[in-house]
Every structure is written in structure tokens, then in C-alpha cells.
């Protein structure tokens, strides 16, 4: 099957985060089979009780699952969700030399490459274990990789990352941090803001030490990346229940990307301690801080095989990339993990998302040229 039929299948799955994704998975399973793939599942249930499966599929067909996986290509079956408007997001139309579909770029066209990859390989030659591993939940923090990370569902030696990198290698990735921060106030009427403590004033004055941190974050440089260093950004805030009530509550989300070099914990202690300096200097200044997703940032040394493989392979040199992706949790796996994949991730999570012709059958290349590389 060509690699443009199975990236319009896969399309053709409604698999939004908020939905179960086994019509997907029983997909790439019935093809991974077909080809002789020994197919493992890890399923579990996602904060709404909804089931996801996770795959895991081995050639040659080992009877052990303690036997260490050589190379291991990683796509993540789930897509963010899109516009209602946008009717043609679940049927892959081609324009121009270019693919659209919902998941075009991000990132089942990297899946369908895979499988397409897998079944132009003599899997009888294989002497060394490749896997397929799909997951889910990426979309909403990499749920489902953390998952097969906590259960040592393999050990892998390396592993292709699926995204879109305009089929760059890119051999490191910022991490990605999220936390809740939640402010207390006092309330009381207006007319009176002696007799109140406003959450919506700390909140402001908190914000002002965070732009410091931000500030501070600057200095500490990792040179492979743009920007070269820890982003923060706060995206949401919302607080009070009145123009005319002093704010009794205000919170807001923050956000932070570390580069390798740093824990995903430091920009959070230095938040808790900018927290605490406030706290000493007023009294009534109340903080809550949730912290809700803590992902480090991962780096492969750019002598690694693989890297030198790819960059081989692609004609391109390695990069890096500021977006969050699975390689931290197969990096905890053991492997020596590459992002890489057809697609531009600035046309990622649009409408109208895209993935060019010409990078889906080059991906398919790559992919068999490293499969022969590594496990044969």
C-alpha cells in the first residue's frame, strides 16, 4: 500500500485526545501483524475514565519482552481537535503537492511512513529487534509514553521520534512545565480596600518577580537553541467576581520551557522562593503553587550513531527543537532518541494542516534506510 493510501486512512480516524483511539490502534495492528509484528498492548484510562491503548510492536517476532528493542519508531495516534468549519479535516486531500488533513503533519504522517517503511523491509532479515510504538495522549502532555516510561514496557537502544521537522533531525528538545498558581485574598467592598486584601494586587506583584526570573533565565545560555534558554510565559490568568468587590481570589497558569542544561525544577524553585520573599514582606499575601506537568528537557549527543545516521541520511545537520515531544520518556527507556519527521510544525494544529508529497515519500526512505542500518 502506498505511503499516501495509508496516510488517508489514518486521517480518516476521528482520534482527538477526548476519544478513545482504538480504531486507530486496531488499524496500525492488523498491518503490523501482517508483516509477522509481535503486538503488545498497554492499555490504561485517562483522567475522564476514557480507555487508550498504547502499541508496541517487535519484529522479529522475539519471545521475550526483556529483549532490548535496537531501533524503535515512535508516533503518538492522537490530534488536536479542529474547527467544525473545516469539513474536509477527516478526508486527506491533496492540492499542489500538498496533503491536508487533520494529523497530516502531526503526526500521522510519520506513522504512515512507518508502516509503509516496515512493509517494504524483508522483516526475515532483520538480526537485530526494531519496534513500532504508538501511543497516545501526546496532544495532552504525553500521557501515554509516560505511562509505557513508568511501566518499563521495553528497553530500546535507539529511537525515532515522530513529529515534524521538515525531516531535520533534531537531537534535542526544551522541556515543558505548567503550573497552577492560585492567589488568596480577602474580600470586602471596594469603597473600603483597607479592610481587604486584594488577590488580583498579589497576583500583579507576583507576576512583576516572574518577569525578573524571566530576566535572570536569560543569562543561563544553552547556545543549540532558539531562544537559548528557558522561556516562561504566563497564558492565563483570571480573577475577582465584581468591579466593585476587592478580589478574593486570582490565579494563573504558568508556563516554562528548560533546556537541557537545567532541572525542570529550577525555574520552580526560584518561583516558590521569589513566593516566600513576598510572603515575608507582607503578611496577607497568600500563594498557592500546583505544579502539574514537570517534563526535562532532553539532549543526544551529537556523535551519537543515530544522529550521524540521519544527518547522513537527510543531508542535514541535527538541530533542535523548543517544542515538547516523547523523547524525554524514551530517553528513559534507555534510548538515544531523534526527532524527526515529514511535515513543517508551523503548519501543525491549523487549519488546513499540511504535509508536502515529496517529505512523506522521503520520510519513507530514511525511515527503511535506518531500519536496514540498525537491524539488519
Given at each position: ?98 496533503l ?41 502532555g ?28 533534531m ?102 522562593r ?10 496577607n ?24 545516521a ?21 530517553t ?8 524527526f ?36
Amino acid at each position: 500500500m502506498t505511503v499516501e493510501r495509508t496516510l488517508r486512512e489514518l486521517v480518516g480516524f476521528n482520534s482527538i485526545s477526548s476519544l478513545p483511539n482504538e480504531e486507530i490502534i486496531s488499524y496500525t495492528v492488523k498491518r503490523a501483524e501482517k508483516r509477522g509484528l509481535r503486538v503488545r498492548f498497554f492499555p490504561y484510562r485517562d483522567e475522564h475514565g476514557i480507555e487508550k491503548l498504547n502499541m508496541v510492536a517487535v519484529a522479529p517476532n522475539v519471545s521475550s519482552d526483556e529483549t532490548e528493542i535496537e531501533l524503535a519508531l515512535v508516533g503518538h495516534t492522537d490530534v488536536v481537535p479542529f474547527d467544525p468549519a473545516w469539513t474536509e479535516a477527516l478526508t486527506l486531500t491533496e492540492r499542489d503537492g500538498k496533503l491536508y488533513g487533520r494529523g497530516a503533519c502531526d503526526t500521522k504522517g510519520f506513522i504512515a511512513a512507518a508502516l509503509t517503511a516496515i512493509e517494504e523491509t524483508d522483516i526475515k532479515k532483520l538480526r537485530r529487534p526494531l519496534a513500532l510504538v504508538f501511543t497516545a495522549d501526546e496532544e495532552v502532555g504525553c500521557v501515554g509514553a509516560k505511562h509505557l516510561a513508568e511501566a518499563k514496557a521495553f528497553r530500546a537502544r535507539y529511537a525515532i521520534v515522530g513529529e515534524p521537522t521538515s525531516l531535520q533531525p533534531m537531537r534535542a528538545g526544551k522541556g515543558y512545565c505548567l503550573a497552577e498558581i492560585v492567589l488568596h485574598g480577602r474580600e470586602g467592598h471596594s469603597a473600603h480596600p483597607e479592610r481587604g486584601a486584594s488577590a488580583i494586587l498579589h497576583a500583579a506583584r507576583f507576576i512583576r518577580r516572574i518577569e525578573e526570573i524571566s530576566e535572570q533565565l536569560k543569562t543561563e545560555i544553552h547556545p543549540a537553541f532558539d531562544p537559548p534558554h528557558t522561556t516562561i510565559n504566563i497564558g492565563m490568568i483570571q480573577g475577582g467576581t465584581a468591579k466593585n468587590v476587592i478580589a478574593g481570589s486570582c490565579r494563573f497558569t504558568l508556563e516554562w520551557r528548560p533546556v537541557p542544561n537545567q532541572t525542570a525544577e529550577h525555574t520552580l524553585d526560584m518561583v516558590a522562593r521569589a513566593a516566600e520573599q513576598l510572603h515575608q514582606e507582607d503578611a496577607n499575601f497568600d500563594c498557592e503553587i500546583n505544579a502539574g506537568r514537570i517534563d526535562a528537557g532532553v539532549e543526544t549527543d551529537p556523535n551519537s550513531p543515530l544522529v550521524c545516521a540521519l544527518e547522513e541520511a537527510t543531508g542535514k545537520p541535527a538541530g533542535t527543537v523548543a517544542f515538547g515531544t516523547e523523547a524525554p520518556q524514551l530517553t528513559e527507556l534507555g534510548a538515544q532518541a531523534v526527532v524527526f519527521g515529514p511535515g513543517d510544525i508551523r503548519t501543525a494544529h491549523r487549519t488546513g494542516e499540511f504535509v508536502p508529497v515529496a517529505a512523506l515519500r522521503s520520510c519513507v526512505s530514511v525511515l527503511k534506510n535506518m531500519i536496514e542500518r540498525f537491524c539488519m
